[in-house]
């Protein structure tokens, strides 16, 4: 069948933009070999975040007792937490897909993988379809790395933990990104042991020194073992049964009851039949596009997660916006100079938009810098929940917000402060001058900013 327009995966960018130029006349194939919805509703951001939920409900009950309120013996029912979480996976799911179901005659919607037979031709479940315009919404899955060893072990990725009933005695984390700390945390909360193993020096090692030490600092004192800076030379089955064990490149080991590898992503290109299709990809398999999102193929137009750099929910949900714009020939920003903020959702967040210390040192920009640890925040403190701290980098010319990073309670919320001065391009003074309700998080943000000279 001839379509206008070809959108392959129905993730956070492939169903928006579908569903919206099917409602603006064209005649739309949306395909999905999966489920509608992409990673993040099915187990990305819903999933996890439903889960993390329940293990700080239970962290929050052990620690009742330093506010005065005193509880028994906290158990947590894993089997219980799996089901609240498939329930709303569910919920999500199936509100995407009445979404694309609901969408009216013009557009089409099909179940099977999509891989190209042909420059703008597909083909799906047998059928070859073609259009005008492909937009590719493939998405990634986890990296499995190639350490000796691994493919003889049981081990577990972020979808596969989520689906577990029994607590393990001792996870194992390889990996100590996004990822691979929000699960960390969450099942030493659960009870488990946990042990993470980084090759870097620093867990969240993309961020300065100084907000990676601050939550190596509260998983240090909820008791998890951080082997940082070593790598893992070989995994093997341990000595008691369906143990596994990890030899790093120090000479040590670790040995535990499950692994978690969490070390990255990779782009859904492999059986996509890019060579036919003409879409260039680079040395991971990312998908090549320039600032439009166009491919190498004419008519061809890639989203999401598969063109590799920030891998977010909700910079994908933006890619199909601007997408749909350029589609629509009307102006839009390009992509790369979008500001892109994000959060780690452990428990102080993480959180960050534009450049952080390091990125504005090697690339010799001028900055004015404050900090503020977060046990300032009064608000923090009658809480108890002072873990953190807070930076800021100014533009000493003209004092606009060149990034900011917090790691604090509800870090990926405050963020969003600093990210509505840069997107209007409005010099900090503005946070100083402005009253903030007392008290709060949001005034501990004002604090940060008159840490400067020119604003004490």
């Known amino acids: 069948m001839r379509f206008d327009v070809i959108v392959v995966g129905a993730g956070q960018a492939g169903t928006p933009l579908a569903t919206t130029l099917a409602d603006e006349g064209k005649r739309v194939l949306l395909v999905e070999r999966a489920h509608v919805g992409g990673t993040c509703v099915n187990t990305g ?63 089409t919607f099909m179940e099977g993988h999509a891989r190209f037979v042909e420059e703008r031709a597909l083909e799906v479940a047998g059928e070859r379809h073609s259009a005008e315009t492909v937009v590719l919404n493939v998405g990634g899955r986890p990296v499995r790395p190639s350490v000796p060893g691994l493919d003889e072990v049981h081990a577990l990725d972020n979808a596969s933990i989520m689906e577990l009933r029994e607590l393990p005695d001792h996870l194992l984390v390889m990996g100590g990104g996004y990822i691979g700390c929000e699960f960390a945390q969450m099942f030493r909360r659960f009870g488990a042991r946990v042990t993470i193993v980084q090759r870097a020096d620093h867990l969240l090692n993309r961020e300065d ?10 998983f240090r004192q909820e008791g998890i073992e951080l082997r940082t800076g070593v790598d893992v030379r070989r995994v093997s089955n341990g000595a008691a049964e369906g143990s596994v064990r990890l030899l790093l490149d120090d000479g040590s080991d670790v040995v535990g009851s499950h692994l978690l590898v969490a070390v990255g992503r990779r782009p859904n290109t492999e059986d996509l039949g890019c060579e036919r299709g003409g879409v260039e990809l680079d040395d991971r398999g990312f998908i090549v596009v320039d600032e439009g999102y166009r491919t190498s193929a004419e008519g061809v137009y890639a989203v999401g997660d598969v063109i590799g750099g920030p891998q977010f929910t909700h910079t994908s949900w933006d890619d199909h916006r601007l997408l749909y714009d350029i589609l629509g020939g009307r102006e839009a ?39 503020l640890p977060f046990e300032s925040v009064a608000r923090a403190i009658e809480i108890d929940e002072p873990a953190g701290v807070m930076k800021v980098l100014l533009d000493p010319a003209t004092e606009r917000v060149l990034g900011a990073a917090i790691v604090g309670a509800e870090a990926g919320e405050l963020i969003h402060i600093f990210v509505v001065l840069m997107q209007a391009n409005a010099p900090a003074r503005a946070i100083v001058d402005v009253q903030h309700i007392h008290p709060s998080f949001a005034e501990g943000v004002q604090s940060l900013v008159m840490q400067l000279d020119r604003y004490a």
């Open 209 to 218: 020194a100084d907000i990676s030490e601050a939550i190596e600092d509260v």
């Open 333 to 371: 920003t390009p992509r790369s100079e979008r500001l892109i903020p994000y959060a780690v959702f452990t428990d102080p967040q993480v959180a960050r938009v534009g450049v952080s210390e390091r990125e504005a040192a090697q690339r010799g920009i001028p900055y004015e810098l404050a900090t």
């Open 45 to 107: 951001c819903t999933p996890t975040k439903t889960m993390l939920a329940s293990a700080r409900a239970a962290h929050v009950a052990r620690r009742a007792g330093r506010l005065g309120v005193r509880t028994g013996e906290v158990r947590v029912d894993l089997s219980a937490v799996v089901d609240r979480k498939d329930e709303i996976v569910r919920q999500w799911r199936e509100g995407s897909r009445s979404r694309v179901e609901d969408a009216g005659e013009n557009l």
